[in-house]
């Protein structure tokens, strides 16, 4: 199976912030990586797919990039809804894989 | 508007067997793959099973194969987890999830399964 790193497992920020989320893979998966977002209720959103395609109705100062085994998401400039857990997901390998989190909380 | 119910969690014993649901509704489910992926307490998330739109494709993760079955009712737009011989690790909040072909883009609120005796 594929091995998906996230780092930092937590990033404080402030509002207006712009923040970084990185994802390593354990091997290259040529841009198969998804996004997602967990609020603390639980729910589950997509952000990005395939490295950098923006799920409809997802603000657009959510962005995606990478290629082989780094990818990262990247928020311009942080509003209080997005203060949740995010999580990287590979797609290039049967089964798929979820990086361990990133919790971006208030700093 | 796409939703996923999930239903049929609780607490069971070491051994036993649960049945989870999930009703889909808001689009046509029998042209979807699903999924349940689960998410041990204060834990990341893990693939569990996939199921593909007329059921002839079927996955499991290893941690469950042997163990869990995933089905569908197409005709009823009704996902299923059949648990057998449940362990303490499989303590999890359970979500099913509509498969678009590379991602999953729809994710129902969870259902808990607790085992414990």
């Known amino acids: 199976d594929i091995q998906m790193t996230q780092s930092p497992s937590s990033l404080p920020a402030s509002l207006g912030e712009r923040v970084t989320i990185s994802c390593r893979a354990s091997?290259?998966?040529?841009?198969?990586l998804n996004w997602y977002q967990q609020k603390p209720d639980g729910t589950i959103k997509p952000l990005i797919y395939?490295?950098?395609n923006l799920q409809s109705g997802v603000p657009s100062r959510f962005s995606g990039s990478g290629s082989g085994t780094d990818y990262s998401l990247t928020i311009s400039s942080l509003e209080p809804e997005d203060f949740a857990m995010y999580y990287c997901?590979?797609?290039?390998?049967?089964?798929?894989?979820f990086g361990g989190g990133t919790k971006l909380e208030l700093k | 508007e796409v939703q996923l119910v999930e239903s049929g969690g609780g607490l069971v014993q070491p051994g036993r067997s649960l049945k989870l649901s999930c009703l889909a509704s808001?689009?046509?489910?029998?042209?979807?793959?699903m999924n349940w992926i689960r998410q041990a307490p204060g834990k990341g998330l893990e693939w569990v099973a996939s199921?593909?739109?007329?059921?002839?494709?079927?996955y499991y993760a290893d941690t469950v194969k042997g163990r869990f079955t995933i089905s569908r009712d197409n005709a009823k737009n009704t996902l299923y987890l059949q648990m057998t011989s449940l362990r303490s690790e499989d303590t999890a909040l359970y979500y099913c999830?509509?498969?678009?072909?590379?991602?999953?883009?729809?994710w129902g609120q969870g259902v808990m399964v607790t085992v414990s005796s």
């Open positions: 395939y490295t950098s």
């Open positions: 999830a509509r498969w678009y072909p590379r991602y999953f883009d729809y």
């Open positions: 091997q290259g998966i040529s841009n198969n």
């Open positions: 199921i593909s739109s007329s059921s002839s494709y079927i």
């Open positions: 808001g689009f046509t489910f029998s042209n979807y793959g």
């Open positions: 997901q590979q797609d290039a390998s049967f089964p798929p894989t």
